[in-house]
């Protein structure tokens, strides 16, 4: 009995080894297939979408695999060795020396997705507009052309040596996300509901703490409170809203309510634009008004990792002073409401001439800066995984310690509160 029991195992494990490659080379084809039949390459697209930039070839895929696998890991790392030291042993001391911090450490891992996007994924990246200064605090106003646009504003951001202090108005279920999530919160993004009802005092009581004039801020507004074309989840669940319907509502708005009619972008929501200039106007170097554009094709978050789309990424960059915007709630709605009908101008002669006036302001990234953080991060991450994972108990102990903290922290949006004032 014992022989054949024996016998057995060593028959099932025979099987294993010769099945679990196959299976695995199986799996990851039919994969592949999934991936290229939903995103319209290479097989036969009969929708009359146009088509990806480039192919999805099982390079590309691995290729991007790799580098989400790259970026998911040191994230984790660099927020749990370096991000919770200055998001709480710093803020303890400081405020601001814990936001330059936290600035200067995320902003060597944002700069991976630049050196993602266009140095091994070639996608080309053209700023055309004003040759803006790099000011150390800033309001961004964007359209919100598709999920991926507040990743491209790293490119510009990176230019200037300002990617670290970006910070975006989010919707605040984006705050679940695993690792990204706790990010976000180290970060000090302003999570939102998208009601102004429930936003209006919450909003206003964050960005009193950004008044000081001395930390870092590039704070980033989307006044349309939503992406432009469809995002992932329509492929699936063609009842959510979609392009076409969000556009019929915008305008059926501006029809009832004596507004301008736009085509390429949606009607701005000028009460969140308004109190971010109320609170910082004091405080703030300039606001960017940027209009980013997509040669051929917006891309989704998919295309993005894996190289298929976009083929070029066009913003057109409009510095303005401060003292040029109204400064009463009526007359600065109707600068948005202006701003956004120029940018729909800009986009109509965009997809009509494929680019933006006065481009080429800015050089393209240095590749030795870029491989030089990338070989900083990748090292630090590598040595943070070794300590975490073959290292002593007690750094187990502590990134656990950790990931709890993070998680009830980011749940009730707490920050430590400094003890003393540096």
Not at 179 to 207: N, S, T, Y
Request: with cysteine.
């Amino acid at each position: 009995m014992r022989c054949e029991r024996k016998f057995r195992f060593k028959l099932n494990r025979k099987y294993i080894i010769f099945y679990l490659p196959v299976l695995s080379y199986l799996s990851f084809w039919y994969l592949y297939s999934a991936f290229c039949n939903y995103m319209n390459v290479q097989m036969g697209d009969d929708s009359g979408k146009q088509p990806r930039h480039r192919n999805l070839t099982p390079l590309r895929m691995m290729r991007g695999i790799f580098c989400l696998i790259v970026l998911v890991l040191s994230a984790f790392m660099v927020l749990v060795y370096f991000g919770f030291w200055t998001a709480t042993g710093l803020r303890i001391i400081s405020v601001h020396y814990s936001r330059v911090g936290t600035s200067f450490f995320f902003g060597c891992w944002l700069a991976l997705w630049p050196f993602w996007f266009e140095k091994i994924n070639k996608t080309k990246v053209v700023i055309s507009g004003d040759s803006v200064p790099p000011a150390k605090r800033v309001l961004v106003i964007a359209n919100h052309r598709t999920e991926v646009d507040w990743m491209y504003l790293w490119d510009l951001a990176l230019r200037k040596g300002c990617v670290g202090s970006i910070r975006y108005i989010l919707k605040s279920s984006l705050m679940k996300l695993p690792v990204f999530g706790w990010v976000f919160h180290i970060m000090e993004f302003i999570p939102v509901e998208r009601r102004w009802e429930a936003d209006a005092l919450k909003l206003r009581q964050i960005l009193y703490t950004y008044k000081d004039p001395e930390d870092p801020l590039w704070l980033v507004v989307f006044p349309e409170g939503t992406d432009f074309t469809t995002s992932l989840r329509t492929y699936w669940l063609p009842y959510f809203q979609n392009r076409e319907q969000k556009c019929i509502r915008s305008k059926k708005y501006a029809s009832e309510n004596g507004l301008p009619i736009l085509n390429n972008v949606l009607l701005p929501k000028t009460k969140g634009f308004y109190a971010c200039l109320e609170e910082l106007r004091g405080s703030l170097d300039a606001v960017y008004d940027i209009t980013i554009g997509y040669k051929h094709h917006c891309p989704s978050f998919l295309d993005n990792a894996f190289g298929v789309d976009p083929a070029e990424v066009h913003m057109h960059v409009r510095c303005i002073a401060i003292v040029d915007i109204p400064e009463s709630e009526n007359e600065a709605a109707s600068w948005l409401m202006d701003t956004f009908c120029d940018k729909d101008k800009l986009l109509s002669d965009f997809h009509s001439q494929g680019h933006f006036p006065r481009e080429g302001i800015e050089s393209e990234l240095s590749t030795a800066k870029c491989l030089a953080n990338f070989i900083f991060v990748l090292t630090s991450t590598a040595l943070c995984t070794y300590l975490t994972l073959f290292s002593s108990i007690w750094f187990k102990i502590y990134v656990s310690s950790v990931c709890a903290y993070l998680t009830t922290a980011t749940y009730f949006n707490f920050r430590p509160s400094p003890i003393v004032s540096l």
